[in-house]
């Protein structure tokens, strides 16, 4: 895989976002560039100017893990932009002969299965890099009912926020959550240089939505852990969840994110509203079911 021009747009866009005060430089007279100049960032890393033009060109082949490391260090990069890096620079490499890592996986595990089915309290669900969710439980599945209820999201939360009009209404901060969905797929294309599924979802985001374009030309990248999520809920109302999410470590790809409301809160109250009309919808759907039989 050639990644020369996303190598040199990522390193490039972190040099723009820090000013020489802030790498603690002195400054004189005036800039033409409000970021680093390229013979700054390799003086605070500590290589040649020539070479650092050279990577930043994009050719981060055979730069060993202390000049990457240096040069994170210059650029003040956080965990997840020090990890996109090494991701990159591994892509630049020869590609190997055959990818030994398992493809990722497009179904659930009996286990994993059991564990969402042992959580009716909690929304929840099976995510795999590509924000396809896979499996969800019942309240899961009620949590993200206008996804499911768009037959263009084909269950894919990805497509939901950039193709979707309920999507700004559904999320309270569509714009963060925006914003951080394009940053998880850039990690995911930096450590799936082959993945032509994830490719192909990344095309089409890019080809049909505006707003993903523009923000997948920022070159920022995020990593889900935890956090909060506020959602606008058609049937329930307003939502503060907690989230955690998990990566499967026997499932290569795939993590287990599960939604969780402090005790005695509104949120809670909310949950438990959400569990009810979830149930009610349930026995409405098999009684039309039955019904026609």
């Known amino acids: 895989m050639d990644n020369r021009e996303e190598i040199r747009a990522f390193l490039k866009s972190r040099r723009d976002k820090i000013t020489p005060e802030q790498a603690g430089l002195p400054v004189y007279g005036n800039r033409r560039v409000s970021g680093l100049r390229r013979n700054e960032v390799a003086m605070l890393a500590g290589v040649s100017v020539e070479y650092y033009t050279r990577m930043e060109r994009g050719n981060l082949s055979g730069v060993s893990d202390s000049i990457l490391d ?57 995510q795999n890099n590509r924000f396809d969710i896979l499996e969800a439980n019942p ?25 979707s009009p309920a999507a700004r209404q559904y999320y309270v901060d569509w714009e963060r959550i925006a914003k951080e969905a394009v940053g998880v797929l850039r990690v995911e294309a930096a450590r799936n240089p082959y993945d032509r599924d994830l490719s192909n979802l990344i095309g089409e985001l890019s080809t049909r939505s505006d707003t993903f374009r523009v923000l997948w030309g920022a070159h920022d990248v995020h990593v889900y852990r935890e956090g909060t999520k506020r959602f606008r809920h058609p049937a329930v109302g307003n939502l503060d969840l907690e989230h955690e999410t998990m990566a499967l470590p026997g499932d290569e790809g795939l993590s287990l994110t599960a939604y969780s409301a402090a005790p005695g809160s509104a949120a809670e109250d909310g949950l438990k509203l959400l569990a009810s009309w979830s149930a009610t919808a349930h026995d409405a759907q098999v009684a039309e079911a039955d019904s026609e039989h």
């Not at 260090?73 to 990818?99: I, V």
């Not at 595990?109 to 669900?125: H, K, N, S």
């Not at 309240?139 to 193709?163: E, Q």
């Open 70 to 126: 240096a040069l994170a260090e210059a650029l003040r990069l956080d965990e997840t932009e020090r990890s996109h890096l090494y991701a990159l620079a591994r892509a630049a490499g020869p590609k190997p002969a055959r990818d030994r890592r398992k493809p990722v996986r497009s179904t659930v595990r009996p286990g994993v299965q059991r564990i969402l089915d042992a959580m009716p309290t909690l929304p929840a669900f099976v």
């Open 139 to 163: 309240l899961g599945r009620a949590l993200y009912a206008p996804m499911y209820a768009d037959p263009s999201c084909a269950a894919n939360t990805a497509r939901f926020v950039f193709f």
